[in-house]
């Protein structure tokens, strides 16, 4: 390598460097970082919150207490209080103390009692949302029970397998105040009752339609359920089910509908954004969502696409952290959804923030592995429909890219494009302002 084309290199190699690791975003992303942080404690003390409704300070109960309240709760059983969710979620908080503050209970004859005192309430009610809290609490003695003293199980797991029954079979009332969080908690558990075989794939689809039809949900229901199919298909006993790929078919079109109808606001899909990040364990149908939402924001005007490429930035900066994108479904999906939420249209500002996204994920090593000649094929034509513009052709916003361009193809030998002068010029009469950027390309041997 001579003097001129090492020079030559480093300058080109800087000006990338500069690029990708600008600080214009800097108080963009402090403000997400400082949101994120609020989330993750906020996530905690919610937790914290619903877990209190349905646990009891164990430091403070005694075996008294314990047996009070299941004495209070089959006391009410006899009239109508019973069906007030507060008595229920005595019980479930009975249901989920440890075994030592069971034991005495357990020995007790009104504990026995209980299978038949939960049958009956869930008989009579007409709440989806009370079944499930029912099934919960003998899901709950089952589990403790088996550990304990198995002869007195039975009489409880027959009862959960009518609730389960009832379930799947009655017809339920709408119910406008249940919380989402308690909707994905229900498909969680009705996904772990296909794989034991306690409902069929069928009976599967058929609640999640109920939980959609009682319930007011988003569309994250949906991709909650989406999910749930996705891992049905991959387990060998299932993958032949025809009407579950025709469920997940029915659910991808919904999402696609429902997509349509939405207008999120910059505050709405910032959030959104903050909200999935803030997850400990989240699904990469959590980031589906997330793409997709973002995508749609994108097309409702000039400013949301600005936004939008500034958040899909956001979350390239946040993988450099959290590594989201070693997961191979999450990165397919969100280099499909940066690809289809470029368009050939979009004003000259746009296109030069796109061709900044798409440079900082050349430069990210799992983007680089499988998608570079993508990633590569996509900027040549932003430069293309740049140049094809009306608008002035400077510097800042297209030659200083050809060098980069140059430098790219230079250091990337697999990477070629015979007539990449020809083909960004198009029609224009710029040829030989644009070959001048591509000294490299002409020192490869």
């Known amino acids: 390598m001579n003097l001129e084309e090492k020079t030559l290199s480093n300058l080109k190699h800087f000006m ?79 249901s989920n103390l440890p075994i030592e503050k069971l034991e005495k209970l357990f020995k007790d004859e009104k504990f026995l009692k209980l299978p038949e005192i939960l049958s009956k309430v869930s008989r009579e009610t007409s709440l989806l949302s009370f079944d499930f809290l029912v099934l919960r609490i003998l899901d709950n003695f089952i589990l403790k029970l088996k550990r304990y003293k198995k002869s007195n199980v039975d009489d409880f797991i027959s009862t959960r397998d009518n609730v389960i029954k009832k379930i799947v079979e009655h017809t339920y009332c709408y119910d406008n105040k249940e919380r989402e969080i308690n909707f994905l908690c229900w498909v969680d558990r009705l996904l772990s009752a296909t794989i034991n075989k306690e409902i069929s794939p069928m009976d599967f689809q058929n609640v999640c339609n109920k939980i959609l039809e009682t319930t007011t949900h988003t569309i994250y229901l ?41 207008n999120l606001t910059d505050e709405e899909i910032k959030k959104l954004t903050i909200s999935i990040l803030s997850k400990n364990f989240p699904s990469k149908e959590d980031f589906y969502y997330l793409f997709d939402s973002i995508h749609v924001f994108s097309s409702n005007s000039v400013e949301n696409k600005r936004y939008a490429i500034d958040l899909f930035m956001y979350i390239l900066y946040f993988d450099a952290k959290y590594n989201l994108f070693s997961y191979r479904f999450i990165r397919k999906y969100f280099i499909e959804i940066i690809f289809k939420t470029i368009k050939q249209y979009d004003t000259i500002d746009v296109k030069n923030k796109e061709l900044v996204l798409l440079l900082k994920m050349f430069h990210v090593d799992h983007f680089f592995s499988f998608y570079r000649k993508d990633i590569f094929s996509n900027i040549i034509n932003i430069l293309k429909n740049i140049n094809n513009t009306e608008t002035k052709i400077t510097n800042g916003n297209f030659y200083k890219y050809c060098d980069m361009i140059d430098y790219i193809m230079y250091t990337n030998k697999d990477i070629t494009s015979e007539n990449i002068v020809e083909y960004i010029a198009g029609l224009k009469d710029n040829k030989n302002k644009i070959s001048k950027h591509f000294q490299l390309k002409n020192m490869i041997c």
């Open 16 to 94: 990338i460097y500069n690029t990708i690791n600008s600080l214009d975003n800097k108080n963009f992303y402090n403000e997400m970082d400082e949101l994120l942080v609020r989330k993750r404690f906020d996530n905690v003390s919610e937790l914290s919150l619903n877990e209190n409704i349905y646990k009891i300070d164990m430091t403070l109960i005694t075996s008294k207490d314990v047996s009070k309240m299941v004495s209070d709760f089959i006391k009410n059983s006899a009239n109508k209080k019973i069906y007030n969710k507060r008595n229920i979620y005595e019980l479930l908080k009975v």
């Open 222 to 262: 949906y991709w909650k359920i989406l999910n749930s199919i996705n891992y049905l298909l991959l387990q060998h006993e299932f993958c032949s089910f025809s009407n579950l790929r025709a469920f997940r078919n029915d659910i991808n079109k919904t999402i696609d509908r429902k997509y349509n109808l939405i």
